[in-house]
């Protein structure tokens, strides 16, 4: 990952040019940097098996102030025809949050629902009972949740990430992000996570409860589902500002592909 012969400059135009998600990184970052002397890389974790192949790279930086900044690089296959993919992130937290969300290391995820070798209407009875449990998980009342740990790091920032991503037209609008402007700390949770087939398309389904501090004590809550039920398979992220549109939203997607 050291290459001795190359540049910082060089390094980061070569890091943040091939990063698919560079634009989400915070505008401070960016400018902090543009003042970095040296670099060094390591590799941090990976993980290999048949269908996934997963590394996460520390870049540390030392800027023209004497401080330092570190990018947490994910590299994955989870590209068409397993093409290699790169993410950048300024957080470990981030980083590990990110590989949870790769299709073959899921956690939670349960296993494809097969093809029944018995005949067609056992297969039938088998796809609309997968698709009933599916439908009900979806919607189930989460378990007890742990002790929230909030974090204070550029809060609104993270705030304003997660709604710029959103591709839904229903997203939380301006009250809400002017209301996220005042965020302290924030914590991220993932309430669900599965993969299954739907209408005989492989479909993954998460949602994740960001919930942010505000300067004044009281608390407030986006959720963020991410799945790959769209009609190319593409992921795709949805906010709503309450839990109950969330998973109804999900249901409403594993119904209509």
């Known amino acids: 990952m050291n290459d001795p012969y190359e540049t910082t400059e060089t390094h980061l135009e070569r890091l943040l040019g091939r990063a698919l998600n560079s634009f989400d990184l915070p505008d401070s970052t960016i400018e902090r940097l543009d003042s970095a002397l040296a670099h060094a890389s390591s590799l941090h974790s990976s993980h290999h098996s048949a269908a996934l192949h997963r590394a996460t790279y520390r870049h540390a930086y030392l800027l023209s102030d004497g401080s330092s900044l570190v990018l947490w690089e994910l590299v994955h296959n989870t590209g068409r025809d397993g093409a290699e993919q790169h993410?950048?992130?300024?957080?470990?937290?981030?980083?590990?949050?990110?590989?949870?969300?790769?299709?073959?290391?899921?956690?939670?995820?349960?296993?494809?629902?097969?093809?029944?070798?018995?005949?067609?209407?056992?297969?039938?009875?088998?796809?609309?009972?997968?698709?009933?449990e599916l439908?009900?998980?979806?919607m189930a009342t989460p378990a007890a949740p742990l002790p929230r740990m909030y974090v204070p790091d550029d809060s609104p920032d993270h705030a304003r990430r997660v709604l710029r991503r959103a591709e839904n037209a229903d997203q939380p609008g301006e009250e809400t992000a002017s209301l996220l402007q005042a965020a302290f700390a924030h914590h991220i949770t993932q309430?669900?996570?599965?993969?299954?087939?739907?209408?005989?398309?492989?479909?993954?389904?998460?949602?994740?409860?960001?919930?942010?501090?505000?300067?004044?004590?009281?608390?407030?809550?986006?959720?963020?589902?991410?799945?790959?039920?769209?009609?190319?398979?593409r992921h795709m992220c949805e906010v709503y500002a309450e839990e109950h549109t969330a998973r109804e939203a999900m249901e409403l997607r594993a119904r209509v592909r």
Request: hydrophobic share 40%; proline share 4%.
């Open 87 to 132: 993410e950048l992130y300024t957080e470990e937290s981030e980083a590990r949050l990110a590989a949870s969300r790769l299709p073959a290391g899921f956690p939670g995820f349960a296993g494809l629902v097969g093809d029944d070798p018995d005949g067609a209407d056992a297969g039938l009875d088998a796809d609309l009972e997968a698709d009933w």
């Open 191 to 233: 309430v669900f996570g599965r993969q299954c087939q739907v209408e005989g398309k492989d479909a993954g389904f998460t949602l994740y409860e960001h919930a942010f501090l505000l300067l004044d004590g009281t608390e407030t809550s986006l959720w963020e589902v991410e799945h790959t039920a769209t009609p190319d398979g």
């Open 135 to 138: 439908l009900s998980s979806l």
